[in-house]
């Protein structure tokens, strides 16, 4: 879970950089600590 947890904050920095996205978030079943091996990894971004 903790690899998962870095590959996602890097992916924010990304878009950060390349989108101007001033913030992203988690949410869905990551967010909540129910994921599953079918579950997928849902992103919001807020941007300019």
């Known amino acids: 879970m903790k690899n998962l947890e870095t590959k996602i904050r890097k992916y924010i920095d990304l878009m950060k950089e390349r989108h101007g996205v001033t913030s ?25």
Not at 31 to 45: E, I, Q, R, W
């Open 24 to 48: 992203g978030m988690v949410v869905g079943s990551y967010a909540k600590g129910t994921m599953n091996p079918n579950s997928d990894v849902d992103l919001y971004f807020i941007g300019p």
